[in-house]
């Protein structure tokens, strides 16, 4: 049956005029500000009308902030000055991710920003390689780092949320080497003792 015209009856009073889209089809938009429930009434070709039995339900869902988190390393780590730490991140939003951010700052300075990968919908991951040569640290420093994300604005101000912190602390390349050296000894030393 071709469609004239539809209307939505909010339970609130108000209606909210649908136009036709196409033969079969209508369309219009809605503003929602508070819960409130609608029935649909549908005008054909003839003019005749048409009213849903089923009344449909419209509520507000707040907004929630994004989740993010550091998914790798995920944890403090103690580090030489030549190693290569790869982080990755990742944020979940119920309405959608418009950014994701790695920030990180060696020995309390100045911080950088890198983006992360591009948001897909309401998920958003990326990684990122530090590389602690480049960062002109000394044993004893350490950088820090986490993750941001920015929700997409819906009729709101956007919001930003900040992963827990973590560190890397630059340890002597010596003390790694020398504990690496003492595992081995340990290993052959028992080999010996048999």
Same mark, same amino acid.
């Given at each position: 049956?071709?469609?004239?015209?539809?209307?939505?009856?909010?339970?609130?009073?108000?209606?909210?005029?649908?136009?036709?889209?196409?033969?079969?089809?209508? @369309?219009?938009?809605?503003?929602?500000?508070?819960?409130?429930?609608?029935?649909?009434?549908?005008?054909?070709?003839?003019?005749? %009308?048409?009213?849903?039995? =089923?009344?449909?339900?419209?509520?507000?869902?707040?907004?929630?902030?994004?989740?993010?988190?550091?998914?790798?390393?995920?944890?403090?780590?103690?580090?030489?000055?030549?190693? @290569?730490?790869?982080?990755?991140? %990742?944020?979940?939003?119920?309405?959608?991710?418009?950014?994701?951010?790695?920030?990180?700052?060696?020995?309390?300075? %100045?911080? =950088?920003?890198?983006?992360?990968?591009?948001?897909?919908?309401?998920?958003?991951?990326?990684?990122?390689?530090?590389?602690?040569?480049?960062?002109?640290? %000394?044993?004893?420093?350490?950088?820090?780092?986490?993750?941001?994300?920015?929700?997409?604005?819906?009729?709101?101000?956007?919001?930003?949320?900040?992963?827990?912190?973590?560190?890397?602390?630059?340890?002597?390349?010596?003390? @790694?080497?020398?504990?690496?050296?003492?595992?081995?000894?340990?290993?052959?030393?028992?080999?010996?003792?048999?």
């Amino acid at each position: 049956i071709p469609v004239r015209g539809a209307t939505l009856g909010l339970a609130s009073g108000t209606a909210v005029v649908l136009e036709p889209a196409s033969e079969r089809t209508a @369309e219009g938009a809605l503003v929602v500000s508070k819960d409130d429930a609608y029935r649909i009434t549908l005008t054909g070709a003839d003019g005749a %009308q048409a009213v849903d039995d =089923t009344e449909y339900f419209v509520r507000i869902v707040a907004d929630r902030p994004p989740d993010v988190r550091i998914v790798r390393p995920g944890t403090d780590r103690k580090v030489t000055r030549l190693e @290569e730490v790869v982080v990755e991140a %990742q944020a979940d939003d119920d309405f959608g991710v418009d950014r994701l951010e790695l920030v990180y700052a060696a020995r309390g300075g %100045q911080e =950088t920003v890198i983006r992360l990968g591009s948001p897909n919908g309401k998920t958003a991951t990326g990684r990122h390689t530090l590389f602690v040569e480049e960062l002109n640290v %000394q044993p004893g420093d350490f950088v820090s780092y986490y993750a941001r994300a920015r929700d997409v604005s819906r009729g709101k101000r956007s919001t930003e949320v900040r992963s827990d912190i973590y560190f890397l602390e630059v340890r002597p390349f010596n003390e @790694e080497f020398e504990a690496a050296q003492s595992s081995a000894m340990a290993g052959q030393g028992g080999a010996f003792n048999d």
